[in-house]
Each structure stands twice: as structure tokens, then as C-alpha cells.
């Protein structure tokens, strides 16, 4: 297939794109590169497999230029991960994920409902559950968004499901849980942990530690995008985690046992925009798509450490 991946040099969407050229399919990516964070890391990502893709650097949220893309390419399937991250940046810069996360969301699927109608498949996120208190995350309902980044995403999903709907396209929006692993995002606690631990430096604790987390490894998540492009039905929400809550401080310990060294904790307050708990049914998800996630945290940390130490070249 002729497949279009927004966000291609962003975290998740680097992987995809390795797994879909290790399948055989023909790849387009589009990425703004925005600074963000640190846009080497974007351009390390891409150097895997550049050579191998058609690259777009473009910004979703740019009509014209998105609309040329289309015009360019006949896709079969859209992956559209592209997206503004970041809880806590989202409050203090919401235009940007307005701009993103929504007008750019909504540019991918008006072209893709112009150009033969590809079944789309979105990156959403655990965040739509906002403030619910549910023992476990079932997809039927969501809750009251507690920052900006998860309000974009819930418009996100209701866009999918009305284009879906009005566009008689194939449209499937997937939940991720808590995604880490290698060629992770350097704002995300994995990377900030592992960096300040191995320079001595002490690591905020949010909540006296007191949170979990369904902490999902990337090759998880990316067999879950696999299975959903196999499936298509109408509009269709899947939560893609592990299934299993792993609290705050079994994670550190985990990461501590990776390293070899021990964390120096300063315990905090709950942050503005932090949901305290996270936890996915992924019943729906194997159930329909036969997801099945392998990758136990400590497995996962340590595959992430030993990525960590070679890009950084820190030794062991």
C-alpha cells in the first residue's frame, strides 16, 4: 500500500514507519519539525530510514500545502499521528494545539474525504479520559478534559467520527497509554529521570508518588496501529495500553535497577493538568483486533536504557 504518516519524525511515528517499510509498503511522512524539543532528535529518527521514504517537510495545519501532497499521491490508508504533545506546555500555549491538533486534524481528513477517501487512522490519547475516577478506562465514555492538549483531543475524536460519518470513510481513532521506549521524547519522565539520575541530579516526584501509570511499550503500540489498518469498520475508538497500572515509584525502581544507580527524589504536589491514575481496558481492542500487548515494564525499561546509553554514548 501507499501509505501517508503525518508526525513521521516524532516518537511513535518513526516506529510506524519502520514497521511499515519492514512490511513492504510504500511510505510518505510528513513533519513539520517544529523546536518543540530539540529537532535533532527528529532528524536521528529519520536518518533510519530516510533514503527509504518520500519526506515532506510541512505543516499540517497549512492547507495548500497539505492539499499538494494529496495531489501528488494516491494513499491507501492515513496514519495521522501528528500532533502538538505536551500536557503541561498545552497551558500555557493553547493556540498551538488549537492550531495543530485540531485545524490540522481537520485538514487531514477533509483532503483524505477529497482524495478517494483512504481509511484514516488517528493518534488520540489516554488524556480524553480527563477527570474520571473509573477503576479502569473503558472506551464508551470519556470525561471533563484537564488541560487544553486533552480538549484538542477530544475534538480530534468527535472530527473523526463526523467525518466518518459524512464522508462514508473509514475512520479509527486509537487511545495510547503512557508510550515509551527508545527514541522517546526527551519531555517525557523516562527520558528526565534517566538523564538527572545518571548526572546525580534529584527528580521530581509528583503527588508524594502517589500515581500510576499504564506505562505501554512502543512495539505495543505499534503492532495495536497494525492490527487497526487490517479492520476497518465505519468510526471505531480503541484503547491501545498494557492493561496493567504500574505505579509511579515501580517505575523509578525499575529505571534505578536498568542503571545501576539510585534516585534522589524531591516529592511535589500534584501538577495542574495530571490525571492521577491511568488504566486501560484493552478488552475491545483484543477482542475486535486481536491485540495482544508482550512487553513487561522492566523488559521495556531496559531495552529503553540500552537505547538511551548508546545514543547518549554514557557507557554502562
Known amino acids: 500500500m501507499n501509505i501517508l504518516v503525518t508526525g513521521g519524525a516524532g516518537f511513535i511515528g518513526s516506529h510506524l514507519i519502520k514497521r511499515l517499510l519492514d512490511d513492504g509498503h510504500s511510505v510518505v511522512c510528513v513533519d513539520n519539525m517544529n523546536p518543540y524539543y530539540d529537532p535533532a532528535l527528529k532528524r536521528a529518527r529519520l536518518a533510519e530510514f530516510k533514503d527509504r521514504i518520500m519526506f515532506y517537510e510541512t505543516d499540517i495545519s497549512d492547507f495548500d500545502a497539505l492539499s499538494a501532497i494529496f495531489e501528488k499521491h494516491a494513499f491507501n490508508l492515513v496514519y495521522h499521528i501528528a500532533a502538538q504533545a505536551g500536557v503541561r506546555y498545552s497551558l500555557s500555549h493553547p493556540e498551538v ?23 484514516v487512522i488517528f493518534a488520540s490519547s489516554s488524556s480524553v479520559y480527563g477527570d474520571r475516577h473509573d477503576a479502569v478506562f473503558t472506551e464508551e465514555e470519556i470525561g471533563k478534559a484537564l488541560s487544553p492538549y486533552a480538549a484538542t483531543k477530544q475534538e480530534g475524536e468527535k472530527l473523526c467520527r463526523e467525518y466518518a460519518e459524512k464522508c462514508g470513510m473509514n475512520v479509527t481513532a486509537l487511545r495510547f497509554f503512557t508510550v515509551y521506549g527508545p527514541w522517546g521524547r526527551p519531555d517525557m519522565a523516562p527520558v528526565i529521570f534517566t538523564e538527572k539520575i545518571l548526572k546525580g541530579e534529584s527528580i521530581d516526584i509528583y503527588n508524594g508518588g502517589d500515581m500510576k501509570r499504564d506505562f505501554t511499550y512502543i512495539d505495543d503500540i505499534v503492532d495495536g496501529c497494525i492490527l487497526a489498518q487490517k479492520n476497518p469498520r465505519g468510526f471505531r475508538v480503541f484503547n491501545l495500553g498494557r492493561g496493567v497500572p504500574t505505579p509511579l515509584m515501580d517505575f523509578v525502581s525499575a529505571l534505578e535497577g536498568a542503571l545501576g544507580a539510585k534516585a534522589k ?21 483484543q477482542k475486535e483486533l486481536g491485540y495482544r500487548p508482550k512487553v513487561l515494564v522492566q523488559e521495556g525499561i531496559k531495552k529503553f536504557v540500552e537505547w538511551y546509553r548508546t545514543y547518549h554514548n554514557k557507557g554502562s
Open 97 to 119: 494545539y488549537a492550531r495543530t491538533n485540531i485545524i490540522g486534524t481537520e485538514n487531514v481528513l477533509k483532503l483524505a474525504c477529497a482524495h478517494g477517501k483512504p481509511d
Open 265 to 285: 527524589t524531591v516529592m511535589k504536589p500534584m501538577q495542574p493538568g495530571d490525571m492521577k491514575e491511568t488504566y486501560a481496558s484493552i478488552q475491545k481492542a
